[in-house]
């Protein structure tokens, strides 16, 4: 069975310093992974996503993910918080086992506050 | 070009009641998701339909049923409706059903069981 740990349910940082949200993800074969985020009372939007076909993945907003295969991880990074960055992040995975489709397994989430 | 929408966006039904919720895909996406996002819970799978057929289901009671029509927008539906089910329901569409692919999500239906 594939999961992805967050550690920190609540991340502050301040408008300006670097973001970085955590995720561990286990699975028995190379999984696809994913950050989301959403906004209060909305539904999810992509950041991205790694897929193989790089470890370093850039997203929309400036965002980032490196995969580390020997860690397990999937971290998402930024290098500078702006206020509209104040959202719940989601990391999810899914697999790429026959006839499973794009099943995603979510995290807990991470709150990000970012304070002036 | 249209994103996911789902309806109602909100709604507050009693326990016991039945309910059902209603999701359209982007156009050309044939696999529809459902997950159900609830308070301390989290975001959690519970059905995938894929070209008119149910593919997958999350460990939910038989109580959270549904179906996909021809033009391949779903329906969620759940009977006899319990406090825990009030949430946020989520309905996400993906073009094909490879893993990996990315699956676009509507703004979700806040379901209150009173």
């Known amino acids: 069975a594939q999961s992805v740990t967050q550690l920190g349910s609540h991340v502050s940082v301040s408008e300006g310093a670097l973001v970085l949200l955590r995720c561990n993800y286990s699975?028995?074969?190379?999984?696809?992974l994913f950050w989301y985020v959403q906004y209060p009372n909305q539904g999810l939007q992509l950041l991205l996503k790694?897929?193989?076909?790089?470890?370093l993945v850039k997203g929309i907003n400036g965002f980032e993910a490196e995969f580390k295969k020997s860690e397990t991880s999937f971290h998402l990074t930024k290098p500078s918080a702006h206020m509209s960055d104040a959202a719940e992040y989601f990391c999810?995975?899914?697999?790429?086992?026959?006839?499973?489709?794009?099943?995603?397994?979510f995290g807990t989430g991470t709150q990000l506050k970012v304070e002036l | 070009e249209a994103g996911v929408t789902q309806s109602p966006t909100h709604l507050i039904k009693t326990r016991g009641q039945q309910v059902t919720l209603r999701c359209s895909p982007i156009?050309?996406?044939?696999?529809v998701y459902w997950y159900q996002q609830a308070l301390g819970l989290g975001l959690q799978f519970l059905l995938w339909?894929?070209?008119?057929?149910?593919?997958n289901r999350g460990n939910f009671p038989p109580r959270f049923s549904g179906r996909q029509f021809p033009n391949y927008s779903s329906e969620l539906n759940v009977n006899a409706l319990e406090l825990e089910d009030s949430a946020l329901y989520l309905c996400?569409?993906?073009?094909?059903?490879?893993?990996?692919?990315?699956?676009?999500f509507g703004q979700g239906t806040r379901l209150t069981v009173v």
């Open positions: 790694y897929t193989s076909a790089a470890t």
């Open positions: 699975s028995s074969v190379p999984p696809y």
């Open positions: 996400a569409s993906s073009l094909g059903s490879g893993g990996g692919t990315e699956a676009f």
């Open positions: 999810a995975v899914s697999g790429r086992l026959t006839g499973g489709g794009n099943k995603l397994t």
């Open positions: 156009s050309g996406h044939t696999s």
């Open positions: 339909y894929d070209e008119g057929e149910e593919r």
